[in-house]
């Protein structure tokens, strides 16, 4: 099985940023330990993280094909993105929203998001911990549909 991760913008700042709101562990971090849980599993896991919103598209479109399963943390481009939107569509490859932060408990605007309408779930408000348990609720799936 072979899994693709997506870090939208500002995510490369982790461990920097507003470690109030997002923590204090460092998208290496995150990833090493995400990619490590995802082997112990026999699943492959490819992370890609990118501030440009067309990198991001490309890299859902290059999945077709490849991985069986999304996950996305697309930060603010959750909240604005349209295209990736489409590009998830476009691809229909099953995915699931994540978030460090609980984003319902946040500023108004970042209540709304434009992917989790087709996404098969979403996690937020655990921290690092969201993308574990994002991992698992994929691989449930996609074992269920084996």
């Given at each position: 099985m072979?899994?693709?991760?997506?870090?939208?913008p500002n995510l490369n700042l982790l461990g920097q940023r507003e470690p109030g709101i997002?923590?204090?562990?460092?998208?290496?971090?995150?990833?090493?330990?995400?990619?490590?849980?995802?082997?112990?599993q026999g699943v492959q896991l490819d992370c890609f993280q990118s501030?440009?919103?067309?990198?991001l598209v490309e890299r859902i479109h290059q999945a077709m094909g490849v991985s069986q399963g999304?996950?996305?943390?697309?930060?603010?481009y959750?909240?604005?993105?349209?295209?990736?939107r489409d590009a998830l569509a476009g691809v229909a490859i099953p995915y699931?929203?994540?978030h460090l932060s609980n984003t319902h408990a946040?500023?108004?605007f970042r209540h709304r998001s434009y992917l989790a309408e087709r996404a098969l779930?979403?996690?937020?408000?655990?921290?690092?911990?969201?993308?574990?348990?994002?991992?698992q609720g994929l691989i449930h799936h996609l074992h269920q549909q084996e």
């Open positions: 072979h899994l693709l991760l997506l870090n939208g997002y923590g204090t562990d460092t998208l290496d971090s995150i990833e090493a330990s995400l990619t490590a849980e995802a082997l112990k501030n440009f919103e067309g990198a999304i996950l996305i943390n697309a930060g603010a959750t909240h604005t993105s349209i295209a990736l699931v929203e994540l946040r500023e108004p779930g979403v996690v937020c408000g655990f921290g690092a911990q969201s993308y574990g348990l994002a991992l």
